[in-house]
Each structure stands twice: as C-alpha cells, then as structure tokens.
C-alpha cells in the first residue's frame, strides 16, 4: 500500500511528506477533532451503550425479526461514495448519482470520516448503511437516503478489529463482516458487527479467529469462503482457502491452492464453480499469479494463473463467462475468459481495448449485480472512476468519468449502491 501511495504521490508531484504516510497515519486524530466542516446531518454520538436504536429489531434482524426497510428498487438511481484521501481535507469522502442509463454525475454532497486511501466501501444491501475500513483500521460507518443525503454515523470507530476489508452480509442488511488481516497473536481475524435501523453500532464480536484472513466471499447457502494462512489458533500450514461456518466458527473443508507460504492475498471473486483469489506479493519466489479452488465438497486446487501483475480487484461476470483483473502498479485492465468444466477453468489474461486511454493506478473497483445495470463496473483511478460493462461473451472499456484535476481529484476507497 505504501509503495502504491509513493507512486501516486510521483505521478502527481503531490507534495506527501512523511507525517502525511498512509502506513501511520498519527495526525489523523488530530484532524477529525479539529475539523469543523463535518456534514451538519453528522451523528457523533458513538458509544455501543448509549446509541442503542429503540427501534432497531435489537440487532437480531438475522434472527428471524423483520428487516429495517424493504430493499429498494433495483431501477433507480443510485449513489457512488469515493474518498479523497489526498485532498486538503484529507478526510473528505464525496458523492456522486448513477442513473438508471450508467452515467455518473457530481453531486454537492461530501461529509468527512478517517482517511481511506484505497478499497472497497461495503453498501449494505439495502444500499442504506455504508461501511468504509479506514487506513487507521477505524471504521467509518454511514447512512445515505433516497435523495443521496448522507449523515455520518461513526467518523472513526475503534472497535476489537483492525479493519483492513469490509464484507456486506448478503442477506442481513444490519451485519457487516470485518477482517482483521494480521496475524493472530494480534486480533487476526473475522469479525460480526451488527448494526440498529440508524446505523448506529450494537455490537462486534469475534466470530473467527484466523491468521492472515485476506477474503471472504459468501456462497449461496450462506457458508463462507475464507482466504487465510490458517483458522482458529492452529499453527500456520499449508491450506489457504478455508470453508467456514461462521456461526460456528466449524472449518468444513480446506484446500492447499498457492505453493509456499510467502503469498499475500488481494482480490478475490467467486466464479460459478470455483473461487479466485490474487497473490500480490512483491518480493515472493513466485509473483503475480492467482489462485484458483474449485468450490466442490470438498475443496478442490485447480491451476493458478501466472502474469497478472498486482491484481488488486477481481470481478466475476455476472453472465459467468469470464473474469476482471484490476492490475494496479501495471495501469491495465485483464479479461480472463472462464470455462467451470474445464481443467483449466481460466484462460490466459487479455488486456482490455481502452476508451480514452488505459487506466493509471487503478485500484477500489465495485459492481452492479442488480437491475438493468447488472454487470456494470466502477473502477477508482487516478482522478476518475472508470466503467467497464459486463455482457454475454464480452468485457468493454467505457472509458474514464473525470473528477477534476490535482490531488483533491484523486480517489481512494469506492463503493456503490446494490
């Protein structure tokens, strides 16, 4: 990440002195307590105790009680929220309306969380509650309404986790689920944080313990599919895709896909039959691959695929044909055609036809799964989010949305409405 931050900082010879490393971060504190230009809807009233919902279903909407809202209709427009994070104000996080035809426009609308220099921001799926893992492993939580009206619940929770990824509970609206991507003697693990019907926090508890959790990705019954160096407080070993019940905590099975132990996880989708992960370590024996397991029961290794450089984002085509590899430090975009009853389920990575020139630095890429924008990806560049469609048979280049110029135009964490 800091590497990724220092070649940003050269592209825009943006002034980034050592007090401004997103590896530290110490004057962050500093900054959101003297910062005066919070969103006035700001709700900064963050005690678990004391900002209970009365009206929430007492955070138990998984446990059989109504849903807070009902889901909205997937034709309409929908709101993007990028961060800033090398802006004057930093820990500026902006606004922008996705109508119903794909197009991306400004909106006026920007609050202020921690700083979120790179990732993803998980929507519930409501698309009520934003969850955004900040560089501080604080998590800025907030709510956006119809009108794209945003009221910024938590600016920097400091919670049991030390949020590096935020996953979305795909059939609870109210549950997020955090990985704490460090080893396990500190905190290493998945943890369930559970939401009211305002946004506020009711609860985070440690569901599994795990050493190195770098993914997750939920199949259709609900089980988890845990990229790690090991669950629990075994010893680090050879398995590195993890089946998991996380109500349990139970490993129902494991599989070895990635040789030697000095891989680093990235991206990762699940594919129709299998799940992929990305390997972005720079200085391994072996770099730039991705792993492939086939999700049958039990786990099966399939062959990785070598030469995609630091794919930091993976998006599975909802039409189940093919896969996106975001290459960040390689300024590409990989088409990787994909075959579930082939031994080699992926094809050789292809670099996309770009539309007003290839991308540079890409990173946070969110997609679209519901509606008639379904396949429609948004991918955070420099000074731009870039839209790349799904079809049948076909990955396309839209092109760049521009968001300005200089270093306030440069976005980190995205995130998207379902």
Not at 241 to 261: K, N, Q
Not at 304 to 330: C, H, I
């Amino acid at each position: 990440m800091l590497v990724r931050w220092l070649a940003l900082c050269a592209l825009l010879l943006v002034a980034c002195g050592d007090d401004d490393a997103p590896a530290s971060d110490a004057g962050l504190d500093a900054t959101l307590a003297s910062d005066a230009t919070v969103d006035a809807t700001a709700d900064t009233d963050t005690s678990d105790a004391d900002t209970r919902d009365a009206s929430a279903p007492d955070a138990e909407s998984d446990a059989g009680t109504a849903p807070c809202r009902p889901l909205p209709d997937a034709e309409r427009t929908r709101y993007v929220v990028v961060s800033h994070p090398f802006a004057e104000d930093r820990t500026r996080y902006s606004v922008h309306a996705l109508s119903t035809t794909g197009e991306l426009t400004a909106t006026d609308t920007t609050f202020s969380m921690g700083r979120a220099f790179d990732g993803e921001i998980a929507f519930s799926r409501d698309g009520f509650f934003g969850v955004a893992p900040q560089d501080d492993g604080t998590l800025g939580i907030f709510t956006i309404d119809e009108a794209g009206a945003a009221t910024v619940r938590e600016r920097g929770r400091t919670g049991e986790a030390y949020a590096a990824r935020v996953v979305a509970d795909p059939n609870d609206a109210q549950v997020f689920w955090i990985l704490d991507s460090q080893v396990r003697t500190n905190g290493g693990g998945v943890y369930r944080l559970v939401l009211t019907c305002e946004g506020r926090v009711a609860s985070e508890t440690l569901a599994l313990a795990a050493e190195l959790p770098y993914g997750l990705v939920f199949e259709d019954d609900g089980v988890a599919l845990v990229v790690a160096k090991a669950i629990g407080d075994e010893a680090r070993g050879d398995d590195d895709v993890f089946r998991v019940d996380l109500t349990t905590g139970e490993v129902e099975s494991r599989v070895d896909v990635l040789e030697g132990d000095d891989w680093i996880g990235a991206g990762i989708a699940r594919a129709t039959e299998h799940v992929i992960f990305s390997d972005n370590a720079g200085f391994a024996d072996v770099t730039n691959r991705l792993g492939v397991a086939r999700t049958s029961r039990p786990l099966a290794s399939a062959p990785e695929v070598a030469d995609v450089e630091d794919a930091v984002a993976l998006v599975f085509s909802p039409f189940g044909d093919r896969l996106l590899a975001v290459s960040g430090f390689g300024d590409a975009l990989f088409s990787l055609a994909y075959d579930a009853r082939s031994a080699t389920p992926l094809g050789a990575p292809t670099a996309l036809t770009y539309v007003g020139g290839r991308p540079q630095l890409p990173g946070g890429t969110v997609a679209i799964t519901r509606g008639s924008l379904t396949g429609l990806v948004l991918v955070a560049e420099n000074q731009a989010i870039r839209r790349v469609r799904f079809d049948e048979g076909a990955l396309t280049d839209l092109g760049p949305t521009s968001l300005g110029e200089g270093s306030d135009a440069i976005p980190g964490a995205i995130g998207v409405q379902p």
